[in-house]
């Protein structure tokens, strides 16, 4: 039969069903957090509209090959370490990055983070297969992927409401919240 059951309700339902759910929550979160310096520099900061022209070049080019290479690397990595490393390496930047320290040379960080976000959105199909089976994956993978539209109303939530109460830095480790709690 084509419906679901039980299996598929204990495989979602279960710790790494909500850890992969929040990783991509966090992958919202950073996406939105990148993009969001990215347009604040742009916006602010630079007055160079070919500079601007060229990094728009670059960021899908990096994204490119940050899936490409995550994706070597899942192929020869555990899931979860590079899960893990992921979350770090964005978060890190993101505490790098706080907007009060954004200058032209903020792209770097900008650009890193939008080639770990792609490489870790190559790595969420084969997790959701190794962890959760072949029994209606793509249902599966869907709803582990809806996790960033949350990661970025998360985000929205918190910058619009709280970013007039606290500083920058309160503000990124607010945002590093679903990271922090996917500790796969």
Request: with cysteine; net charge positive.
């Given at each position: 039969?084509?419906?679901i059951n039980?299996?598929?309700?204990e ?25 969001d ?44 370490t ?6 770090i ?13 954004a ?5 770097v ?44 109303m ?31």
């Amino acid at each position: 039969s084509s419906g679901i059951n039980a299996e598929y309700g204990e495989k979602i339902f279960s710790p790494i069903g909500f850890t992969l759910f929040l990783t991509t929550i966090g992958i919202g979160v950073s996406s939105m957090c990148a993009f969001d310096l990215f347009k604040d520099f742009g916006l602010k900061k630079i007055r160079d509209d070919a500079f601007l022209n060229n990094i728009g070049i670059v960021i899908p080019i990096v994204g490119a090959v940050g899936r490409i290479a995550w994706g070597t690397l899942g192929d020869h990595m555990s899931l979860r370490t590079l899960f893990l490393v992921g979350n770090i390496m964005s978060f890190s930047l993101q505490v790098l990055m706080q907007p009060s320290r954004a200058n032209k040379y903020g792209y770097v960080f900008v650009t890193a983070v939008l080639s770990i976000m792609p490489g870790m959105m190559t790595l969420l199909p084969p997790s959701v297969k190794r962890f959760m089976g072949t029994r209606n994956i793509a249902l599966k993978y869907g709803i582990i992927l809806t996790g960033e539209v949350f990661g970025c109303m998360y985000y929205i939530l918190v910058t619009s409401v709280l970013q007039v109460y606290i500083s920058d830095m309160t503000l990124v480790l607010l945002l590093g919240v679903p990271a922090g709690m996917a500790k796969i």
